[in-house]
């Protein structure tokens, strides 16, 4: 049984910073593209981030593009997603995915064959 856990959100302020975390369980991590995704209240769910099986190519929505830093530890299993200088508007639940096919369309959240339960990441000004 495939399981993605989230962890790492919470509240703060504009300009703070935060790093989420997700570990990755019932699957060979290393065979996996992670992904990284943002939902906010009465919107659909969007693309942030996501990175190569051996992390040596990463993309960014233009949005987050100088601000979030996304990586991983294969031999733990986990994919991160630093957060730097937040703004009110990267309030979101955020969701790790793992893409079992190849490098391509990543930021079709339709691509993606797993999914967390999402992390709480809200932004005060």
């Known amino acids: 049984q495939v399981q993605l856990v989230e962890s790492g959100g919470g509240l703060v302020q504009s300009g703070d910073s935060l790093r989420l975390s997700c570990t990755a369980s019932?699957?060979?991590?290393?065979?996996?593209?992670m992904g990284w995704f943002q939902q906010a209240p009465g919107k659909e769910r969007e693309f942030v981030a996501a990175?190569?099986?051996?992390?040596?190519?990463?993309y960014n929505a233009d949005s987050v593009k100088g601000r979030f830093t996304i990586s991983r530890n294969n031999a733990q299993h986990t994919v991160y997603l630093q957060m730097n200088s937040l703004e009110v508007e990267d309030t979101a639940v955020y969701y790790c995915?793992?893409?079992?096919?190849?490098?391509?369309?990543?930021?079709?959240?339709?691509?993606?064959?797993?999914w967390g339960q999402g992390t709480q990441v809200t932004v005060s000004s």
């Open positions: 019932g699957l060979t991590f290393s065979n996996y593209v």
């Open positions: 990175i190569t099986w051996g992390g040596t190519s990463t």
């Open positions: 995915a793992a893409k079992t096919r190849g490098p391509y369309s990543l930021r079709d959240r339709n691509e993606y064959d797993y």
